[in-house]
């Protein structure tokens, strides 16, 4: 007597394997379309902010006869020299003056009923700011996570060698000045973005 130990019932381990291999297959194209679409997501804000805070420089410019400066924008080059967290002390220079909020505590002065407060030429969301305490640490780019660090970077130097009769064409792109994010990767400045 014959046994016949075949089964209908159940998948066979060459079905399942297949089966896996393909579901893993699928799930890689989903992860990668998805992180395509993340970056791309994040561009198109970087790029939106970026013109948005340039349009602000403009506007101070419009009504004090200069761009928005100080020593510490005064100082830092576009080209990238000491990476992203180089860039804060310029970053939040650059806030306080388009913001209006001198004090950097997230509101600005004119909400808080300050004495000739200064005028706001932009303002600020909340997750456009990274806060240190209750102070403004800086303006964060989209890139800008929980353990990286990523402002945006704003710098006047071009324009102070300029000033003093010095131009130096690798200090900055503009002449009055240059407004980027490194765009999750510092060392590659052809995928920067920037009001250039």
């Not at 561009?43 to 400066?69: I, L």
């Not at 303002?123 to 209750?134: D, H, I, N, P, Y």
């Not at 403004?136 to 989209?142: E, M, N, S, T």
């Amino acid at each position: 007597m014959k046994r016949n130990f075949k089964s209908s019932n159940g998948f066979t381990l060459i079905e399942l394997m297949t089966s896996i291999a393909v579901a893993g297959s699928l799930m890689g194209l989903v992860l990668g379309i998805q992180r395509y679409a993340s970056n791309k997501a994040a561009r198109s804000r970087c790029s939106t902010e970026v013109f948005a805070m340039a349009a602000a420089a403009e506007a101070y410019k419009t009504d004090n006869a200069v761009y928005p400066r100080s020593d510490e924008t005064d100082v830092l080059s576009s080209g990238g020299d000491g990476g992203p967290t180089s860039y804060i002390d310029a970053n939040l220079a650059f806030y306080k003056m388009i913001s209006g909020d001198a004090n950097a505590n997230g509101k600005s002065d004119a909400n808080e009923g300050v004495d000739n407060p200064p005028p706001v030429y932009m303002e600020f969301k909340a997750v456009q700011l990274r806060m240190t305490g209750s102070s403004v640490g800086y303006i964060r780019d989209p890139w800008d996570s929980g353990s990286t660090k990523s402002p945006y970077g704003y710098s006047t130097k071009r324009l102070t060698l300029i000033e003093r009769g010095n131009d130096d064409a690798s200090a900055g792109r503009n002449i009055n000045f240059d407004l980027w994010s490194v765009a999750n990767s510092s060392s590659n400045m052809k995928s920067w973005i920037g009001n250039w």
